[in-house]
């Protein structure tokens, strides 16, 4: 099983500046590597894919970086709708598909 | 628009069963593989199964193996989760997801709350 890593846990950060949280894979995953976005009360909702490809209506603000075992999710300037648990994903190896634990953005 | 509307969910005693459903439309569902994924209260996102379009291949998390089934009517564009044995720890809000080609998990349900309890 892959096990995907993420930090910080918890990243705080006002509006307005920017905020680069990590993911790290047990093992190589290639480029198969996703972000999700959670607001309480929600489901999560895909920002990324292909470890740099934006999902349809993620705004360029959201860019991810990274292959292998190293991935990078970096929000450019941060909206108040922003403010949010973000996890990453790996789909390379599996089953089993596995998440990361979450980082959560909150305003500082 | 892709709609998933996850329902089915309630409380049920150690060792009940339930099945919950996810009604979709906007996209062609017998196209489409599937999956379930679950969240247990204040945690992070857990994967249980996954089915291809045709409904043959199934794959699951060994935490729900042997207990809970995946299934899907095409016909109906329903994708379900048979659950039995259920446990404590299966307490979770209980999403579904499509893919669409490469792109994992690019829609999700709203979920559905089922609470294991006594």
């Known amino acids: 099983e892959i096990v995907m890593t993420q930090s910080p846990a918890t990243l705080s950060v006002s509006p307005g500046e920017g905020a680069t949280l990590s993911c790290r894979a047990s093992q190589s995953v290639s480029n198969n590597l996703a972000w999700y976005q959670q607001k309480p009360g929600q489901a999560p909702r895909l920002l990324m894919y292909?470890?740099?490809t934006r999902a349809t209506g993620i705004p360029a603000r959201f860019s991810g970086s990274g292959s292998g075992t190293e991935f990078t999710l970096t929000i450019s300037s941060l909206q108040s709708e922003d403010f949010a648990v973000y996890y990453c994903?790996?789909?390379?190896?599996?089953?089993?598909?596995?998440f990361g634990g979450g980082t959560k953005v909150e305003i500082k | 628009q892709v709609q998933l509307v996850a329902s089915g969910g309630g409380v049920v005693q150690p060792g009940g069963s339930l099945r919950i459903s996810c009604a979709t439309s906007g996209f062609t569902f017998s196209s489409s593989d599937m999956y379930w994924v679950r969240q247990a209260p204040g945690k992070g996102l857990e994967w249980l199964a996954f089915i291809w379009s045709d409904g043959i291949n199934k794959y699951y998390a060994d935490s729900v193996k042997g207990r809970f089934t995946i299934s899907r009517d095409n016909s109906k564009k329903v994708l379900y989760m048979q659950m039995s044995s259920l446990r404590p720890e299966d307490t979770a809000v209980y999403y579904c997801?499509?893919?669409?080609?490469?792109?994992?998990?690019?829609?999700w349900g709203q979920g559905t709350l089922v609470t294991v309890s006594s």
């Open positions: 292909g470890a740099s």
């Open positions: 997801a499509k893919r669409t080609g490469e792109i994992p998990l690019d829609y």
């Open positions: 994903h790996q789909y390379k190896n599996w089953p089993p598909l596995t």
